[in-house]
């Protein structure tokens, strides 16, 4: 039989709901409800005064419809009228549609406010609790400007109830939450972490989770918590399963408390004090005991109790990452769960192991389970586990076991969830390029992720296999070799034939000694795929084979009849058709030597972190899964749009130079070819590759000084026979001003002097520049100076760019300077205690985090230098922090109007090898990279 | 937590409570998009999964699904207990609660959930407080009024405890 209501009952509440759900059809749902809402509406209006039952029936009713999903536009009067009501269950009803129906910034704030605000100096403590819920509840600002100062009175006042301290504890949380700083806790402090002392067990469970907030954001100010802490979980852990009565829940001796309390310590490092270490170790190693022995109960409401204590002291020994004995211990326990029957340990035990993966102490450990997780890949029957399987393969691989994951994780592949096998591609690919010792394999394993999971192969996938293979001639015969063969297949994916196309067009040659990869076999396997590719696929190709003509002159005729042929040079897609075009012409007006240098093999490409590894951060950050797939698409436009811009933004200063490139009219492939190392292939998608290094400084502009200017502000920018240019600047927050001397070297007057300063691709929305105009005439030996202000939005990684141009006697100058602006401008420096920063250290722990720098000395390691110059890069120079005296370490937090950045430095100068070791730690890992880029050469 | 959902086999939402500020549309979306994730899901698969940025802890008892969603470094299992406390105490306060319970006492369900869960923390784990509380709230009602009895007794009449006895779940979803 269904339950009988307890309390009160509103008869025709009840009715109504027996209405809607006897509705048959949506539409009839609609109507009854608008019935009702036109009744609702009439009856608020209506000139009877409605009496408190109806009033709270009918705003109970609004609440239902509301719960169905439909929108609500009224009633909200009548409910704040509740609030005031002597009846209890009237203002209940009243307080629990504000918290469901009230948005923060409602007019009606006022009021409500009012009524909590009786309703706290009631001294009823369940009137308190009520108007401290729906302050919790709705959380809205101006409920904290209301409220946060009178929370904490009554949080820590004597007389209050235990309940409204509980509800007062977690209100103030919620209100922390939103904000913080209108929650002052100053003199409270104290007092709040002394209710971790408290003796009613729902006050310190109410407690903790206020505490823990509060802690992890002043750490300093709450730290006495730790002591107290671990005697109350010493005191719980070492108590019999029916010592805290109503607190234990299936013989597990206060368990949410248990789990709060561990959780709180993680917020700080293992306590100093020995005496609070050893107790806390020895609570530590009881639960790990306790798992061993037998079940109390066979409910699984007793083992999960009892588990999510042990998890929770888990995660506390892999955050201290301090005691091997209990970090192996963990990695047993978690080893046993592996093989469990119930799926949530399973998966709990995969997702725990992946964090112990990363400790020294427990990585080998970890490495001896890997056969289990293989057969979790293979074996278990919830994508949900098998995604944690793959993770901590993931975590686990290192050098010794890096060829068996890769190959597992591959043949998962063929059948893995269509929702992870994009990250699975790139986990496969960053494995094989981290951990390749010979690159014939790393080459072999792409080509393998493309031929199994080619739609999943993202661009960077395939880009970076072809930067590697560029940059490594002992790999380049192998990869023709191989592509060969992969290319054989009679169905091969597209992403093969881009690789095939570009490997070939470089390195073909490698192979064409071999009879059976002649030069014409090689371009006619090629062709044979073209019709069946897109657009993109086919420039590239068209690309190879010019870059063939060059290597084979014997395909030439065979090249240039394929060039003619009406499909491509009167082809409907204009960049096809211009290519053809073009390499046509190219090749049959060029001579040999300039073929050969226009289509010369590709240069290096600048060693840097892969991409792939940006894009599997960004797959793992909070996008959500639905909006990936756009989130591709866009980067990807905007990747060639880069690259367009980036070549545009060359070509412009190519043709301002005062005297033009020699080989732009040669080529003639663009009206306004580029210049330097990408102009060979022309071809916007062979410059993709080479120009997703990020816009480099584009050929014309004069760099030399840049670099000097990271740890000074002032000097001399440029200097020729004819202008000088110094710099003076000063630096606050995240606001600049720099003064810009420009000095007419000469006696004659410099005419049509004009400056400008651009931020060029992503930097504009990074910097906001403003430059006041300078004066159009510069006398002979005259001096004029230009103010600029620049504001940091966010931070960055380019520098804004100087334009000088001017007539001389007639002849047109043009100058194009990188305005020294480095991220390291905006830094405030923070002094910090040996404690402070190392916590701070081991807390920015991710990989990505951390950039890391070892390079030769480039001047006398002269350490009082090396100390000038730190203090030069803005951040604060801490004494006696690092153990090794002759290290030096820096705090600071970069200020960019976004957001704060907050970054560690540590440099190891070692004399005998003349070399430095640089470590950046910031919370983000573009700063990390910028600066340590930055760093490494001012040494 | 951020945010706790009731909803249906059927997939309508039984109660909400949100502990972070959304805005209806956003929120709307959210429960959409979870229920259908959610549903999909196989029995016996583990009650924990990854969801955007979040965690989502799951458990189905009778027709209802009870679904938290907590943070990254929040812990899976106390969580899954938190929502079985939940249910013990409605169960204790209704008198083996089953759906129609929470449908008809909606306002019920959340002054409840107030007790237990406040802000998205653990308030008080204590049945015998919890409950202590709600009645002394009780107690300064009016009469009491039996609500539904005579409704025909169906799935959503099943008391939630009662249904722990997971073969007995099943045989109710393969007689549906």
Redesign the interface.
């Known amino acids: 039989m269904p339950a009988v209501s307890k309390g009160d009952g509103m008869r025709g509440l009840a009715v109504f709901i027996s209405d809607i759900r006897n509705c048959k059809s949506k539409e009839a749902e609609i109507k009854r409800i608008n019935k009702e809402l036109a009744n609702i509406r009439s009856k608020f209006k209506g000139d009877k005064a409605l009496d408190g039952y109806s009033k709270k029936k009918y705003v109970c009713k609004l609440l239902f419809i509301f719960l169905l999903g439909h929108d609500i536009d009224f009633g909200h009067m009548e409910a704040v009228n509740l609030l005031s009501s002597n009846k209890y269950t009237e203002k209940q009803i009243g307080y629990l549609f504000i918290s469901v129906l009230v948005n923060s910034n409602s007019e009606l704030i006022r009021l409500i406010n009012n009524a909590i605000k009786n309703d706290l100096a009631s001294r009823n403590p369940t009137f308190m609790c009520l108007a401290l819920h729906c302050i919790a509840n709705v959380g809205s600002r101006e409920m904290a400007e209301a409220f946060a100062g009178e929370i904490p009175r009554i949080l820590v006042a004597g007389d209050t109830m235990d309940s409204v301290k509980q509800s007062a504890a977690l209100c103030l949380l919620r209100l922390y939450k939103t904000s913080p700083d209108l929650v002052l806790m100053g003199e409270w402090t104290s007092r709040v972490v002394h209710l971790l002392n408290d003796q009613h067990m729902g006050v310190v469970t109410a407690a903790i989770s206020l505490i823990t907030c509060l802690s992890q954001k002043n750490p300093e100010e709450f730290k006495t918590c730790v002591s107290l802490a671990v005697s109350r979980l010493s005191r719980i852990v070492s108590s019999a399963s029916t010592d805290l009565q109503d607190y234990t829940y299936y013989f597990v001796p206060a368990p949410w408390l248990s789990c709060k309390l561990l959780r709180l310590l993680q917020c700080y490092p293992p306590p100093e004090d020995g005496a609070v270490k050893g107790r806390l170790v020895e609570c530590l190693e009881t639960i790990l005991n306790k798992a061993q022995e037998p079940p109390k109960s066979k409910k699984v409401q007793h083992s999960n109790a009892k588990n999510a204590i042990l998890f929770e002291a888990i995660s506390l020994i892999i955050h201290y990452d301090s005691e091997p004995n209990l970090l192996v211990r963990a990695c047993n326990q978690l080893g046993q769960f592996l093989q469990h029957r119930e799926t949530n340990l399973r998966y709990l035990a995969l997702e725990s192991m992946c964090t112990l993966a990363s400790s020294e102490f427990s990585h080998e450990a970890v490495k001896t389970h890997i056969e289990t997780v293989i057969s979790a890949l293979k074996t278990e029957r919830d994508v949900s586990v098998r995604q944690r399987a793959a993770d901590l393969l993931y975590a686990m691989c290192d050098r010794s076991n890096a060829k068996q994951i890769v190959a597992e994780m591959l043949s998962y592949l063929e059948t893995a969830d269509y929702s992870i096998r994009e990250e699975m591609v790139l986990k496969v690919a960053i494995l094989a390029e981290k951990y390749a010792v010979d690159y014939s394999w790393y080459v072999d394993t792409i080509l393998n992720l493309i031929r199994i999971a080619g739609d999943y192969v993202s661009e960077e996938v395939w880009y970076r296999v072809i930067q590697i293979v560029i940059n490594r001639d002992d790999v380049q015969g192998y990869a023709a070799k191989t592509v060969f063969e992969a290319l054989q297949a009679p169905a091969c994916h597209e992403n093969m034939v881009k690789v095939g196309g570009y490997i070939l067009g470089e390195f073909g040659n490698l192979i064409a000694g071999d009879p059976r990869s002649s030069p014409l076999i090689q371009f006619n396997l090629l062709h044979s795929k073209f019709h069946l590719c897109s657009v993109p696929t086919r420039a590239l190709l068209l690309s190879a084979y010019i870059k063939f003509i060059n290597l084979f002159p014997e395909t030439k005729s065979t090249i240039q009849e394929v060039l003619r042929s009406d499909s491509q040079i009167r082809n409907s897609d204009v960049e096809l058709q211009q290519r053809a075009v073009e390499y046509l012409k190219l090749s049959s007006i060029a001579s040999t030597d300039v073929l050969a240098t226009v289509l010369e093999e590709m240069p290096p490409f600048p060693e840097r972190e892969s991409s792939i590894l940006a894009k599997l951060k960004k797959k793992k950050g909070p996008g959500a899964v639905s909006t990936e797939l756009e989130e591709g698409k866009r980067d990807g436009g905007e990747l060639n749009g880069g690259a367009e811009r980036g070549v545009d933004a060359a070509a412009a200063i190519a043709s301002n130079a005062s005297t033009p490139s020699p080989s732009a009219d040669l080529l003639g492939l663009r009206s306004a070819p580029p210049v330097g190392s990408a102009a060979p292939s022309a071809s916007s998608l062979l410059v993709d590759v080479f120009s997703e290094a990020g816009p480099t400084a584009p050929s014309g502009v004069m760099d030399d000084n840049f670099l000097r200017f990271v740890c000074k502000n002032n000097g001399v920018l440029f200097e020729n026979q004819l202008l000088q240019i110094g710099i003076k600047s000063e630096y606050r927050q995240n606001l600049g001003r720099m003064y810009l001397f420009y000095g007419n070297k000469t006696s004659v007057q410099f005419v049509s002097f004009s400056t400008s300063v651009s931020c060029p691709g992503e930097l504009q929305s990074e910097l906001n520049i403003q430059a006041k105009q300078v004066e159009p005439q510069v006398e002979g030996g005259a001096q004029v100076q230009q103010v600029i202000n620049i504001e940091c939005l966010a931070d960055f990684l380019e520098a804004p760019l100087l334009n000088i141009k001017f007539r001389y006697g007639g002849a047109l100058q043009n100058i194009t300077l990188k305005l020294p602006v480095t991220i390291n401008k905006f830094f405030q420096p923070t002094e910090m205690s040996s404690q402070d920063f190392f916590q701070r250290w081991k807390q920015l722990n991710l990989p990505q985090q951390e950039a890391q720098k070892i390079f030769k000395a480039k001047n006398a390691m002269d350490s009082e230098v090396l100390k000038a110059k730190l203090l030069g890069l803005g951040t604060a120079l801490l004494e006696n922090v690092d153990p090794n005296p002759e290290n030096f370490v820096c705090a600071g937090v970069i200020q960019t109007k976004a957001q704060q950045v907050g970054c560690l430095l540590r440099l190891e100068p070692n004399a005998q090898a003349q070399m430095y070791r640089l470590t950046l730690r910031s919370s983000k890992d573009t700063v990390s990279r910028r600066l340590c880029e930055l760093l490494s050469e001012q040494f | 937590m951020q945010f706790m959902l009731l909803f249906s086999r059927q997939g309508k ?1 039984r ?2 409570k949100w ?1 972070v ?1 959304l805005s ?1 549309k956003e929120k ?1 979306k959210i429960t959409r ?1 979870l229920v259908q994730t959610v549903l999909a899901r ?1 029995p ?10 979040l965690k989502i802890v799951y458990k189905r008892y009778a027709s209802l699904y009870f679904c938290c969603a907590i943070e990254d ?1 929040d ?4 969580t ?3 929502i ?2 939940y249910v013990e105490l409605l169960d204790k ?6 759906e ?2 929470i ?6 369900a ?2 409840i959930l ?1 007790e237990f869960l ?12 919890v409950l202590k ?1 709600i009645e ?3 107690l ?10 005579g ?1 025909p ?1 169906s799935v959503l ?1 099943e008391s939630f405890l009662c249904s722990l006895d997971i073969a007995g779940v099943f045989r109710r979803v393969k007689l549906d």
Request: charged share 30%.
């Open positions: 939402l109660l909400q502990y500020p209806d709307k998009e196989k016996k698969m583990c009650c924990f999964l990854e969801w955007r940025d470094q812990n899976e299992l106390i899954l207990e938190i079985h406390r306060y209704f008198g083996s609660v089953c129609l319970d449908i008809f006492n909606f306002e019920k959340y002054f107030d406040l802000g998205g923390e653990a308030q008080e784990t204590s049945k015998k407080n509380a002394q709230a009780d300064l009602q009016e009469a009491s009024v039996c609500l539904h009895a409704f007794p009449s």
